[in-house]
C-alpha cells in the first residue's frame, strides 16, 4: 500500500519541472547573476486549494531559502530566485493540499452564489485557524486569537467576518503556520553558476612560436607580450595559446604534415612531452614559467584571459612513456600503440589508454595538470579532443577542479556525432565548439541556431563560434576571400555571444588549402614557424575592431536566447535581431550569404512582436559602417555590396520610444 | 572516482530510450500480440564498434529474452519483440564495447585503404578469438579451433585471412562469445499489455431499469436480456450498465433532480446503498445475482460483454455509514458532510474520505468490491470520478486487480483538467473519457486528435470517444438534430477505436435539454424510469449498425495510431484516412462539420505520401450508402447533403493494387 506517488494522504503531484537536463541526472547551466525561472506542474485529486513553495541554496549554504510559487492556467506553477554567486546552487519544490485556502475558496463561493447561513462554515474556518496556535510565535498569538473571538463572536456580522477570513492579512499568516505534514517535494536539481566570461567571450588563438618579429626566430612568451596590445586592440578578451608543452623528437612531424621531420622543423604543440618534461612543462623555446606568470599579468592589464591548452596525449618523448607504461596500449611486437585513424597515422602521438588497469592513478594525475595551472593563475582551458576519452573521466575531472576554482571555464574542442558534443556539454563543459563552421546557408544557419537556442540543448550547451581554426579552413573562406571572411566574422560574432578566431590568418585572409577540396592550410601554423606580417593593410583588424566593439556597446549581442530570425525577401540575406528583455537594446543584423555582387531585398522589422509601433519612422545606425537610415514600419530595404561590406548590424536608435502606448 | 556513467572501463551510455512514460516511472500501454518497437541513442567516446540487446521478459517469466537492436544513423538503434501475452513485460537495454568488432572494422578499413602489411593486426585478432574459448561450446570450440589456425598460418594469404575475419560466421560466433563484463544496462521499463477488446470497443450505455417494455414497470435484468438482440444488432460489443446497487432513500432525489423526491421516484443510481445492501449488492428492482449472473452468459453468447460501474461515493443509507463512520467527513454539527460543488448540493451523495485514519482499510475494501464483481465474471468496470480520489490509491488498487485479473479493462470517467486526465491513464486506466464532446469544428477536432495520437501521450492515453452520456447533451446536438447525432457517431466511431454512446436517448435523437444553456437532459434518466419506442421508424439503429459493421470489416478502423488528417478545400469539411501498415485496407472518412444545408469541397487522397500511384483511377465503395464512384489521382469532388447523411466512410477499394512498382 505505498506508491511513489505518496500514500493516504500525500495527494500532489509535482511533475514536468523546468529548467532541467535529462531528467535531472546533469545541471543546468546558468550565469552568475541570473535569475532562474522555474517552473512545474503541480496538482492533485479532487478541488482541494494546494499551497506551493520553491526551494534553494547555494552549495556553501546550509539552509534552504524559500521563494513563492504563482499558479498559472492549466495546473502550471511559475517562480524564480537569483543565482547570484558562481558554483553549484540546488532548486526544488514543495506543495501540499492547505486546509486553510481551500476553506477560504469554499467560502467566497458559498458568498458569492448568496448562501445566508455560514455558520458551519465559520464554525469550521475557526477550528483550523485554532490549530496554528502551538506553532505561532507570541506575536501572532495574539493576532490569531483575536481572529478567533471575531469568528466565533454572535456580535460580528456575518458580511465581517467573511471579510476577515478572505483578507490578505489572515491568508499571509495561515500561510506562514500552513501544515505541511503531508507535503511533497521533488528531486533536488542542480544548476551550475558560472562567471559572466562563459556567457559572453570573443576568443583570439595564436600559436606563441610565430609571435617573433624577426624571421625564423623561435617566438617567446615576451614576444606575445609584445602582442598583446594589438589583440586587445581588435577588441578580444580571450588569448588562447596552444600547447606550450615541450614538443617530442621522436618521429616529429615536418613541414605539411610530413611523417620524417627535417632539421629545425619545430614539430606539432600537441605531440607534447619530451625530456625536458610533459604537461607541467613549458618548452624551453617558449620561456620560463617566470615569464609564462609575466605574460598572464600582462594579459591581465590589457583586459585579456590567457586560456591553455589541455591535450591529454603524449609525444613517445613523454616522460610517462618510460614513468608509467601501463598507461599506453602496446600492439603485438611489443610497441606502443601510436593515434591511427586509417589510414591517417600519427606516429608522433600516443594516447593514453583510459582503460588501463592504473585508470585511477592516470585520472589523478591528469587532475593534479589542471589543477597545477590553475594554480599558477590559469583560469580558462581549451580541451583538445575530449571526446577520445571516457565521458566518466571528464564529469569527475570537471567537477573536481570546478570545486575547487568555480572560475574555471572549459571548452570542449569535439567535432563529432551530435550526441557525444551534447554529452560533454552535460557532463560540466563550459563552452563548446559547434559545426557553425560548416553552416554557411540559410537554411543550414537558422535550423542549427533554432536548435542552439529554442529546444532543451539551450540550458546545458553552450555554443562557442570559430569561423576558423588551425585545423580548419572551410571552402566558404578558399574560395569566398575577403567578403566570406567579413561575412563570416560578423555571422560568428553576432548569432553567438562567445566566438573566436584563429589568428593572424584570419585577420590576414590566409585562405590557401593544402591541396584542393582539403580543410588543411597549406604551410600549416602547426608544423612550422610562421612570420606573420599584422601591420598588412589589407588586414581586417578595424572591421574585427569594430564588430568586437558592438558586442561590447551593445547588452543585446551579450546573449543567445534572444535570438530571433526575421523574414527577408532574398535567400542571399540572412536577417536576425536580438534584444534585451525591456526592449532598450536592439540589434538587427543583415548578412549577405550569396555569392559575388551585390544583393538586395526587402526585411522584415518585427515591431508588432515586440510590441512597438509600426507607423513611425525611426532610426537605425549601422555599427559597423557608422551610416544611418530612417526607416518607416516593419519593411525596409536592404542593399549589401560584399566588395565594400556584406554585412549590416543596425542599432536601432530610441528602440523604447517606439514602445506602444496600450 | 564514481559516477553512474560508469567507472573506468564502463564507457557506454543508453538514453533516449522509447516507448517510456515519465522517464519510466509508469507502464507503457499495448495490446497482446503488438510488436513493441524499440529505439534508444547508444554511443561511446572515441571510435570503437558497440553492441546492443534488447532484453526482455513477461512477468510470469524468469528468464529474460534477447532481440537484436540495429544500428540506425545518429547513434540510433532500434530493435522489437512481441507482447504476445496479457499482463506486465519489462524490457531493458544492454550495450558495451566490443573488442572484435572494433578489431574487425579497423582491418576492414585498413584493407580497403590498400594497407599491405597486416600482420599485427592478424595477431591482435587472433588473440580477440582466442579469448573465447573457455566459454564456447565444445561444437564451437572446434570451430574457433580451426579460424585460428586459419590467422595464425603462414600458409595462407592475406586476402584469405581478411575474407575470413570479415565473414557473416565468424561476426556470429564471436557476438555469441562477447565480452561483456563492462555492458552498461539501462534501467528497465514497464509495459502494460491488455486484451485486443481495450483497443477496439463500442459500448452502449444503458439504464436496466428502463429496459421494461411497460410503462411505470421496473425494468430488470431479464428486460436486459431481451434488449440484448438489439444492442448486439447494432453491432456493439461492450454493454455498460450504471450501477446495480441498491439506491438510498434518505434525501432521495426526484425527477429532474428536484431536492425532494415524490412517492415512487426511484432516486439516482450513483446515491449507492440502503437497508438491502452496498457496493457488493444488487438493486432488488432489478432482480437477483442469480439473475445478473443469467444476463451476463446470455450477454456473452449475444458476443457482449457487460461493464458495470465503479463509483465509491455512498448515500445516507449505506451500510458503511452506521458501520465505518470514520470513513466519512463530519461537519462541526456532527452531521455527515454531503457531496457539494457551490452551489450544487448532492445530499443524497456522501463521500468517501479517504484521508482517514482507516484509509488502509478503506482501501481493502474497495479492492475488495472489485475483486467481488470479477469474482462474479465481470471484467469490464466504468469508474466514476476517479478525479475526486487519491491517485496513489488507483495505482495501487488497479495494480492489485490487473496481478489477478490482467484481463480487466477500467474506463476511467474523468472530465477534468488535462494533467488530471492523463495522470489518471498513467495510473493504469485502460481507457479514458475525453474532451471529444466538446470538440465539434475541424481546428479544434484536428488539434485534439494529433496530441492524442502523435505525442506522447499516445502511449498511456486510450481514448473513448462518446457523442453523449446521461451527464452530456452538447448544444452540438441540441441545436443540430438528427445530421448532428449521424456526424458525431460518425466522428466518434472512425476517429477512435474505442467509442460509446448512451442509448436508446441516442439513437432516438433525444436532445432536449432540461433548460437552455444547460447539457443536462430534461426528464433525465438519471432521475426516473424512462419508456422507450425502440421500434420507432426514425430511429438510428440501422445507421448505426453500419458504422459498426464497417468498423469490424475494416481492420483500418481499429486502431489510432495511424490517423492521417488530409487536406480538403471547405472548413466544413472534414476529412481523414486510416489505414494498416500495408496498404491492403485503406478508410477515407468525409464528414460535414457545417451548418445546416449541402457542403461541396475537393478532397486531398494522399496516394504520393502513401506510395500508390497517383494517376490511376480507382474505386472507392461508401460503407454506409454503399455507393460506388471511380476517383482519379489525388483530388476528387465530394458534396455531403447532411439531410441525406453528413458523411462518407469510403473504402479504397483494390488498394494495394495501387502501390507503386519502383
Known amino acids: 500500500m505505498k506508491s511513489d506517488s505518496g500514500t493516504g494522504c500525500q495527494r500532489v503531484v509535482i511533475e514536468n519541472i523546468s529548467p532541467e537536463v535529462d531528467g535531472g541526472r546533469f545541471p543546468v547551466k546558468r550565469i552568475a547573476g541570473d535569475i532562474v525561472d522555474v517552473e512545474a506542474v503541480i496538482y492533485a485529486d479532487g478541488h482541494d486549494t494546494l499551497l506551493a513553495r520553491l526551494r534553494y541554496r547555494h552549495e556553501k549554504d546550509r539552509a534552504w531559502r524559500e521563494a513563492p510559487l504563482q499558479s498559472l492556467s492549466n495546473d502550471r506553477w511559475r517562480g524564480s530566485f537569483t543565482a547570484a554567486r558562481m558554483g553549484k546552487y540546488y532548486f526544488s519544490i514543495t506543495a501540499w493540499v492547505d486546509r486553510f485556502e481551500t476553506w477560504r475558496k469554499d467560502l467566497r463561493k458559498r458568498y458569492d452564489t448568496g448562501q445566508m447561513d455560514l455558520s458551519l462554515q465559520f464554525i469550521t474556518g475557526a477550528g483550523l485557524i485554532e490549530k496554528t496556535l ?53 528531486p533536488e536539481l542542480a544548476i551550475t553558476v558560472d562567471r559572466s566570461k562563459a556567457g559572453f567571450s570573443a576568443w583570439y588563438e595564436m600559436f606563441p612560436r610565430s609571435a617573433s618579429p624577426e624571421p625564423g626566430r623561435h617566438g617567446t612568451f ?159 582551458f ?29 571548452l570542449a574542442e569535439a567535432f563529432t556525432r551530435p550526441v557525444v558534443m551534447y554529452r560533454l556539454a552535460k557532463l560540466g563543459f563550459t563552452q563548446s565548439y559547434t559545426y557553425f563552421t560548416w553552416r554557411n546557408h540559410k537554411r543550414d544557419l537558422t535550423e542549427y541556431l533554432v536548435e542552439l537556442t529554442q529546444t532543451g540543448v539551450k540550458d546545458f550547451f553552450r555554443p562557442n563560434f570559430w569561423p576558423n581554426t588551425p585545423d580548419i579552413l572551410h571552402e ?127 526585411v522584415n522589422v518585427p515591431l508588432n512582436a515586440w510590441g512597438l509601433n509600426t507607423d513611425v519612422t525611426y532610426q537605425v545606425h549601422d555599427l559597423l559602417s557608422d551610416a544611418r537610415y530612417n526607416w518607416t514600419g516593419e519593411w525596409n530595404p536592404v542593399t549589401l555590396d560584399p566588395e565594400v561590406c556584406p554585412a549590416h548590424v543596425f542599432h536601432i536608435v530610441d528602440s523604447a520610444g517606439l514602445k506602444r502606448k496600450d
Not at 501572532?140 to 467573511?162: F, G, P
Open 382 to 410: 581549451r580541451v583538445d579532443n575530449p571526446h577520445t576519452k571516457p565521458f566518466c573521466f571528464w564529469e569527475w575531472i570537471i567537477g573536481e577542479v570546478k570545486r575547487e576554482y568555480p572560475d574555471v571555464i572549459l
Open 134 to 186: 502551538p506553532k505561532a510565535s507570541r506575536p501572532d498569538v495574539s493576532k490569531i486569537k483575536n481572529y478567533l473571538d471575531m469568528l466565533n463572536s454572535e456580535q460580528v456580522t456575518r458580511k465581517k467576518k467573511v471579510r476577515l477570513a478572505l483578507s490578505e492579512v489572515v491568508r499571509r499568516l495561515m500561510a506562514k503556520y500552513s501544515e505541511r505534514r503531508f507535503a511533497i517535494s521533488s
Open 476 to 602: 566558404y573562406l578558399q574560395k569566398g576571400g575577403r567578403p566570406a571572411f567579413m561575412a563570416r566574422l560578423v555571422l560568428a560574432a553576432t548569432l553567438c555571444s562567445n566566438y573566436g578566431i584563429y589568428g593572424p590568418a584570419f585577420e590576414l585572409l590566409e585562405n590557401t588549402p593544402r591541396e584542393p577540396g582539403s580543410e588543411e592550410y597549406l604551410n600549416s601554423e602547426k608544423y612550422e614557424l610562421k612570420l606573420w606580417d599584422i601591420d598588412r593593410p589589407d588586414s581586417l583588424r578595424d572591421f574585427i575592431a569594430s564588430v568586437n566593439r558592438a558586442r561590447r556597446q551593445n547588452p543585446a549581442l551579450q546573449r543567445n536566447l534572444n535570438l530571433w530570425f526575421n523574414f527577408t525577401s532574398n535567400d542571399n540575406l540572412l536577417c536576425y535581431s536580438k534584444h534585451t528583455a525591456d526592449l532598450s537594446n536592439i540589434i538587427l543584423v543583415v548578412v549577405s550569404l550569396g555569392p559575388q555582387g551585390p544583393q538586395s531585398g526587402t
Open 222 to 380: 615576451r614576444d606575445v607580450e609584445a602582442r598583446l596590445p594589438y589583440v586587445a586592440g581588435m577588441g578580444f578578451d580571450v588569448l588562447y595559446l596552444p600547447p606550450i608543452h615541450p614538443i617530442g623528437n621522436t618521429r616529429r612531424k615536418g613541414k605539411n604534415n610530413a611523417v620524417t621531420a627535417r632539421r629545425g622543423d619545430p614539430g606539432t604543440p600537441w605531440a607534447i612531452g619530451s625530456r625536458e618534461g610533459g604537461f607541467k612543462a613549458i618548452h624551453p623555446g617558449l620561456g620560463t614559467l617566470e615569464d609564462f606568470r609575466h605574460l598572464l599579468a600582462a594579459a591581465g592589464d590589457h583586459g585579456l584571459e590567457i586560456a591553455l591548452d589541455i591535450a591529454f596525449q603524449c609525444s613517445p618523448d613523454h616522460p610517462y612513456v618510460q614513468k608509467h607504461p601501463g598507461w599506453f596500449l602496446r600492439r603485438p611486437d611489443g610497441t606502443v600503440q601510436f593515434a591511427e585513424n586509417p589510414p591517417k597515422k600519427y606516429q608522433d602521438i600516443y594516447p593514453l589508454n583510459f582503460e588501463s588497469e592504473d585508470w585511477r592513478g592516470l585520472w589523478e594525475e591528469l587532475k593534479g595538470v589542471i589543477l597545477y595551472w590553475a594554480g599558477q593563475g590559469v583560469r580558462i
